[in-house]
């Protein structure tokens, strides 16, 4: 079956422009969860949504945030872009969540935001 | 989440079997062994998971030690593909939703 679905895989934005990336997770899957990968943090948990509602949250600016659909589906918004969000943005779904390591999560490709 | 310890790289010969360790010598009872690997400008890509016994699929071997403190990803017959960064993570079984915590992993080094 499809992994998990992320678009755009590359786009380039300007300083103080907004964006919205897309991810379509694995069917079935319910939770979605977000990460941002910069080499100078590595990998850093953003949000987590199952059944469209936020369940957790990482320590990211209000600038982040995110929303899911009544088909699991999701998306993250940046507002206000500064250099510093240059990174690969990736989205991980799984079946019912993070908290329940009977469950694996699965990660998309990821998409890379390059900030001007 | 426990913490983990892993090497910052590794070398390996292609056709020889890696064996990638970690140290996760705070484990509690409830968490669970995960690995992933993450090849250049890719997502992470899961490989295995286990608790306490030894687990095996398709793409490795997972050996934990009977105190769990550390364990062993053994894969078999490393190819040039499998060079990669390759994560070690301890995750509880149940309750909360908090993300998975990346260290810096392994560096693992195929050389043909």
């Known amino acids: 079956k499809a992994g998990v679905t992320q678009t755009p895989r590359y786009l380039i934005k300007t300083r103080g422009q907004q964006v919205t990336l897309s991810c379509s997770p694995i069917?079935?899957?319910?939770?979605v969860s977000w990460y941002q990968q910069t080499p100078g943090q590595g990998l850093q948990f953003l949000f987590e949504y199952f059944s469209e509602t936020q369940r957790n949250k990482g320590n990211f600016p209000g600038r982040f945030s995110g929303r899911q659909f009544s088909n699991s589906r999701s998306e993250m918004n940046v507002s206000t872009l500064e250099l510093g969000d240059s990174a690969l943005y990736l989205c991980a779904s799984s079946l019912t969540g993070q908290g329940f390591s009977g469950n694996t999560i699965y990660f998309g490709e990821g998409s890379w935001l390059t900030v001007v | 989440d426990a913490k983990t310890t892993q090497p910052t790289s590794m070398d390996c010969a292609e056709g020889r079997a890696a064996n990638l360790p970690c140290n996760h010598s705070?484990?509690?009872?409830?968490?669970?062994v995960y690995w992933y690997r993450q090849i250049h400008s890719q997502g992470p890509q899961y490989i295995i998971h286990?608790?306490?016994n030894n687990e095996t699929n398709e793409m490795a071997s997972l050996i934990i030690t009977e105190d769990r403190k550390s364990s062993t990803l053994i894969l078999p017959h490393a190819t040039l593909r499998d060079t990669a960064v390759y994560y070690c993570?301890?995750?509880?079984?149940?309750?909360?939703?908090?993300?998975?915590?990346f260290g810096k992993g392994t560096h693992l080094i195929i050389q043909p």
């Open positions: 069917s079935g899957h319910r939770s």
């Open positions: 286990g608790l306490k």
């Open positions: 993570i301890v995750r509880d079984s149940g309750g909360g939703a908090d993300g998975l915590t």
């Open positions: 705070t484990i509690s009872g409830n968490e669970y």
